[in-house]
């Protein structure tokens, strides 16, 4: 393992090419929407922008960031493309790359995608001051696909009830593979995997499916299964969505491979299919059926777009399965996720 | 309801511009075409098209389609005073009030039978991920199929062929769904037409730079982004050419349009649709004039007839407000010189991330060349938060120190 000190590069979003910027030789780190730094973005940002972004200003505006050598923002929302323009402002001198990311996902879309990413790979090797190869991107691309399927292994159990420290914990682990060094993840993760699994019986639980966007604090999770939730299903930007295989072989080249991994990974709703409008809302009940879910919990950020401008269709398709939805709106603060307790108790009740 | 609406809009306008034929009319000659567009829109005798913002209209008009972007119909529900009862109803349907006005009025439209149904649906993802999520909600509506246009937001050889290559799979989706074909005669002649238009637009934004401007701030109101609509046909061509015309005879006569101006100021993003009394109050009671909307500029170059694709595709890709803010800002500051503006009104449109987000950013820029910004708290759509007592004192606070500002007082 290299004693060296890890290079940070940020990143802000689950469809960022991470082994990308592991085979240029620096660590990704996910800057999550975390922390007490106080609200400083509003100097730059419109309040109406969403709390993930704002948040993320925040940490950066607060430095409350390790020493960090870049950020790689993907151009996914507009309340994103805003953050970039704001980081730019608050942090002249960091080294900042907007990459397009297609909302399709068809072989056009991936050939640019991969040019996009060609292009990145080009800035990644001037920041760093050499280059990298196809074999570099394969071996960091295994690696990735190696903590995918760790983490996806650990979500199954989470999803069976079968893990020491159910959903808090998985969360945890989350957090950790996406802002520490990636040998020490897979270190981690390897034992983990190794611990032996608890009876299956023993979680009671309603099950649930969980989906949204950026929900990356352990206590929330605590807070569900406190309320005798358990999350049997979950599709969240900042769970395994951000750690989904690339897949492929070294048949295809690195970057239409790493294109095409990324944007056929479970689908945030700013990426869909235009031959079936809204068909998010199939996607959410298919995926609340398959994990014999008794109900559903959105959890979206306030002013998120993508999110809110689906949720009427997938309430009426979820209404129309008799599946009970619980909307919770969020604002990356933990004290507004406390405040949804009794909903949530009520809504559990419900499902009993 | 709208269809009755178009026809008397435009049958009163064309009496008015008959009665006064003998001069150029440019107001009332956009009017009228717009409302004949929104009769072509709703008589149910042409084919539609729903769009996206960035769509090339131009192209569709080649194609003998009827298209228009869904925000003129959220911009013209508010402007009939309509608009509240269409808000409602995507708010009783569960869309947030929170995303912007012009989405929900159309999306409550749809879901009150208001909006025609159209043949195609052909959405931007420029310039916002709202507008992109209300054309996919519409064609769920419609149970309509979506094209999309992903538009790249660097202006590099390799983004502006992946966008002209979707317009040549947008022809095949349009062909496989209206039976239309795309005659090549056809869309060289708009692409002549849209360059003609061009340039003449070019004369009347020079025009409007003027020291008195001939502009005030009505008659450029909603011209650039609409204008967009009349690219490649005749329309396009008699529209400009009426501008130019009048602001030139203003000019040549010593005529302002904002009698004895001593404010100038630039409009960013879009107008307030709704009748409100805020452009008078700044017009009558401070002689202030709005010279330039940001929307209203010629950013593109002529388009080649013989390669149209590509040069639509850098046309769109290069539109200030697709991609990073610095190039919105370079072209706002542009303006704010090239028109001699003393201060810029910011109607903040609520729900608009990609305008408004990036305000204090905006704000910031154009201190750098002592331009102040007034940011106005406002949906540019909802009446129904529309706080005129406290815009207004806003706006008077605002002008008091202009009034008092250096450039002002030579003026």
Same mark, same amino acid.
């Given at each position: 393992?290299?004693?060296?000190r ?97 909302? =399709? ?18 800035? =990644? ?6 280059s ?34 159910g ?15 990636? /040998? ?22 309603v ?30 930007c ?11 072989d /070294? ?8 294109a ?44 998120? /777009? ?24 969020? /604002? ?21 | ?6 026809e ?5 306008l064309?009496?008015? *511009?008959?009665?006064?034929?003998d ?32 769509a ?22 508010? &402007?009939?005073?309509?608009?509240g ?16 006005? !012009?989405?929900?009025?159309v ?11 159209? %043949? ?29 246009? %992903? ?22 989706? *349009? ?13 060289r &002649? ?8 061009r ?5 009347? !934004? ?24 009349f ?54 009671? !401070? ?9 209203? %500029? ?72 002592? *331009? ?40």
């Amino acid at each position: 393992m290299s004693q060296e000190r890890p290079r940070w590069i940020g990143h802000a979003c689950s469809y960022t090419p991470t082994a990308l910027i592991h085979a240029a030789g620096f660590t990704p780190y996910r800057v999550l929407p975390m922390g007490d730094s106080p609200d400083r973005a509003g100097q730059l940002l419109h309040d109406n922008l969403c709390p993930h972004v704002k948040r993320i200003l925040d940490r950066a505006m607060d430095d409350d960031l390790p020493d960090l050598y870049g950020m790689v923002f993907m151009n996914c929302c507009d309340a994103m493309r805003r953050l970039s323009d704001a980081w730019r402002a608050a942090k002249p001198d960091h080294r900042v790359a907007l990459v397009d990311l297609p909302v =399709l996902t068809e072989e056009s879309a991936v050939a640019f995608f991969a040019g996009q990413l060609k292009k990145l790979s080009e800035t =990644l090797s001037e920041w760093k001051g050499q280059s990298f190869n196809q074999e570099d991107a394969s071996q960091s691309i295994a690696k990735f696909d190696e903590i995918a399927g760790l983490l996806d292994e650990l979500s199954n159990r989470v999803h069976n009830g079968t893990l020491e420290g159910g959903s808090f914990r998985l969360q945890g682990l989350f957090n950790r593979a996406a802002t520490e060094p990636i /040998d020490l993840t897979v270190e981690l993760l390897r034992t983990v995997v190794k611990e032996p699994e608890l009876p299956a019986a023993e979680h009671n639980g309603v099950p649930v499916y969980l989906f949204g966007n950026v929900l990356p604090d352990p206590e929330a999770f605590a807070l569900f299964q406190s309320c005798g939730v358990h999350i049997a299903g979950d599709s969240v930007c900042t769970g395994l969505r951000a750690f989904s295989r690339v897949g492929g072989d /070294d048949s295809e080249q690195v970057f239409v491979r790493m294109a095409r991994g990324l944007l056929d990974q479970p689908r945030c709703a700013r990426t869909f299919d235009p031959f079936h409008p809204g068909k998010i809302a199939e996607d959410v009940l298919a995926e609340a059926r398959a994990c014999n879910a008794k109900g559903v919990i959105a959890y979206t950020m306030k002013f998120c /777009d993508p999110y809110m401008s689906r949720l009427p269709a997938i309430r009426t398709v979820l209404r129309e399965a008799g599946l009970p939805l619980l909307l919770l709106e969020g /604002d990356c603060a933990m004290r507004s996720m406390g405040q949804q307790r009794t909903r949530i108790e009520a809504f559990v009740e419900m499902l009993r | 309801m709208m269809l009755q609406y178009f026809e008397r809009l435009a049958s009163r306008l064309e009496a008015k *511009i008959q009665k006064d034929s003998d001069k150029p009319n440019a107001r009332r000659k956009f009017a009228l075409e717009i409302a004949k567009l929104g009769a072509r829109l709703y008589s149910g005798e042409h084919r539609v098209a729903w769009c996206g913002v960035a769509a090339p209209f131009d192209m569709l008009s080649a194609m003998n389609i009827t298209s228009c972007f869904v925000e003129f119909v959220g911009a013209m529900l508010a &402007a009939t005073g309509a608009v509240g009862t269409f808000l409602e109803e995507s708010e009783h349907g569960g869309f947030a009030a929170d995303t912007c006005g !012009y989405h929900r009025a159309v999306i409550g439209a749809a879901i009150k039978g208001v909006m025609p149904v159209p %043949d195609v649906m052909i959405a931007t993802t420029c310039p916002c991920t709202g507008g992109l999520a209300a054309m996919e909600n519409l064609a769920r509506t419609f149970n309509k199929e979506l094209f999309v246009l %992903d538009v790249p937001s660097s202006d590099t050889p390799e983004s502006v062929k992946y966008l002209a290559d979707q317009y040549k799979d947008m022809f095949r989706f *349009i062909s496989s769904r209206t039976g239309e074909s795309l005659d090549e005669d056809q869309l060289r &002649a708009a692409m002549e037409k849209s360059n003609r238009a061009r340039e003449l637009m070019v004369e009347v !934004y020079r025009l409007a730079q003027s020291v008195p401007s001939p502009a005030n701030g009505q008659s450029l109101a909603n011209f650039g982004i609409v204008m967009a609509l009349f690219l490649g046909t005749d329309a396009g061509i008699e529209i400009a050419q009426a501008y130019r015309d009048e602001f030139d005879e203003m000019i040549r006569s010593g005529q302002s349009g904002v009698p004895e101006e001593r404010v100038r100021l630039l409009w960013l993003q879009n107008r307030i649709q709704f009748k409100n009394p805020l452009i008078k109050m700044l017009e009558q009671e !401070y002689q202030a004039s709005i010279v330039i909307d940001e929307l209203n %500029d010629i950013t593109w170059e002529a388009i080649d007839p013989a390669d149209p694709f590509t040069g639509i595709a850098k046309r769109t890709i290069t539109v200030p407000f697709n991609g990073e803010v610095n190039r919105r800002l370079n072209h706002v500051r542009g303006l704010a010189q090239a028109y001699k503006v003393d201060g810029a009104v910011n109607p903040c449109h609520w729900g608009c991330r990609q305008g408004t987000g990036a305000r204090g950013l905006i704000q910031a820029g154009l201190k750098e060349l002592g *331009i102040p910004v007034v940011n106005l708290e406002v949906d540019c759509v909802d009446t129904r938060n529309f706080a005129e007592g406290q815009l207004r004192t806003r706006l008077e606070a605002f002008m008091e120190m202009l009034r008092t500002s250096p450039s002002a007082q030579t003026a």
